[in-house]
């Protein structure tokens, strides 16, 4: 890691507030943005060819599923991530917790075969048979939306990674009837009037702070849970910016006999939200606004099982991973209700974060002159950085 003298650690400083800064107190501030062909740097694992999207990209006005599908091999014996490494790397007590606790997931579309497929996975890794309902976003267990196939694996993803870090919870899946966010959010008010406790969002409207209401976001007693994107670095979008939603970042876990490590995943989102005013409970010296992340989890190399438009086991990334998969984490923790957005973590004695959370010292996800808010290990605000937030789960402590 490089060193830079003062004077230009306080140029690059003063020129990140400057990029931060926005006028207002308000989650919507009255600003137009560019495209997000525009704005939108090329990630790694695009550029190296390393996956693709699982959903087509996405226009104005609609959210863009964050799913990927790993096209490098990763070992022809292994698919995955399952269930049961998830659980040892973060420490998880997922057989004996989580009962009664409700985690709703909230994606467009509808995945017809998502029960079985569930079911296939669960079964592989010896997990209990799921509480698990299905919903369209008027909360019917009927007249479900019109399928897509890429957000099918969104879908699988999504209740798999539930149940890999929660198996006792109860899921509920709720449809929205297109990816626009007009039907997303719909569907993420339904989700808190059919009862859920936690609610996990992978998906992302990028470049936009006009795209989704506050208000949709911000029930007391209820956790929610955003995917922070996989477009790397200077990343903004809803709703992982909002003040009420906890962001989650990604990293790359690896695991050496029984120990396991993990560094930042080049591809999560992060960065100062230009559109979003700063948390009262966010103290970070370099962003006048919004600062994501919070917290992190896995984000590649994870198996899914499905079966709508694929052929089973897959390996797959992204931070669409990495939120539902906390959110069954909040659900083993059994405190949704006291639990005030990403606030905990950043309000939290250092002893007690450096007990319940794995710092991640090593990555980054993108160019920021080595500053905290795209590089991991720098010491230059506590052991806080952009992508991984202040670091993934070691037991339920900090959650």
């Not at 909230?106 to 079964?123: E, G, Q």
């Not at 209401?213 to 996989?230: E, H, M, N």
């Not at 438009?309 to 959110?327: N, Q, Y």
Request: proline share 4%.
């Amino acid at each position: 890691m490089k060193t830079f003298a003062r004077v230009t650690a306080f140029l690059v400083a003063a020129l990140l507030v400057s990029a931060c800064s926005v006028v207002g107190t308000s989650d919507t501030p009255k600003t137009s943005y560019p495209s997000t062909a525009q704005l939108r740097a090329v990630p790694e694992w695009q550029a190296r060819h390393l996956a693709k999207r699982a959903c087509a990209e996405a226009h104005d006005g609609t959210a863009q599923c964050e799913v990927l599908i790993q096209t490098s091999t990763v070992r022809p014996d292994w698919t995955g991530w399952g269930a049961s490494d998830l659980q040892a790397a973060y420490s998880l007590p997922s057989s004996s917790r989580g009962s009664g606790q409700i985690v709703a997931i909230v994606d467009a579309y509808d995945n017809p075969v998502v029960a079985s497929d569930l079911a296939t996975y669960r079964s592989n890794f010896g997990l209990p048979t799921a509480k698990f309902y299905k919903y369209n976003q008027k909360g019917q267990q009927k007249h479900y939306p019109n399928v897509d196939v890429g957000w099918g694996v969104e879908i699988d993803l999504d209740v798999e990674m539930v149940s890999a870090s929660c198996p006792n919870c109860t899921i509920y899946l709720v449809e929205a009837n297109s990816s626009t966010t007009t039907d997303l959010e719909v569907a993420e008010v339904e989700a808190v009037t059919l009862g859920a406790h936690i609610v996990s969002n992978s998906w992302v409207c990028y470049l936009s702070f006009n795209c989704l209401k506050r208000s949709k976001f911000d029930t007391p007693g209820v956790v929610y849970l955003a995917a922070s994107g996989d477009n790397g670095y200077n990343e903004d979008g809803l709703p992982m910016a909002l003040r009420s939603v906890i962001s989650v970042g990604g990293t790359v876990l690896s695991r050496f006999g029984k120990k396991y490590s993990e560094r930042v995943w080049s591809g999560t989102g992060s960065g100062c939200a230009s559109g979003v005013a700063k948390p009262l409970w966010q103290h970070d010296p370099l962003c006048t606004n919004r600062t994501n992340n919070d917290v992190a989890a896995v984000a590649w190399d994870v198996a899914v099982y499905d079966t709508f438009g694929h052929r089973g086991w897959m390996t797959v990334g992204g931070t669409s991973a990495a939120s539902p998969l906390l959110a069954g984490v909040y659900g083993l923790a059994g405190n949704a209700r006291t639990q005030t957005t990403g606030k905990r973590f950043w309000i939290m004695r250092a002893t007690k974060r450096a007990h319940d959370l794995h710092a991640i010292s090593f990555g980054n996800n993108g160019s920021c002159g080595s500053s905290y808010l795209c590089t991991a290990g720098t010491g230059q605000f506590g052991v806080f950085s952009g992508p991984t937030g202040w670091g993934t789960p070691n037991g339920l402590g900090a959650f």
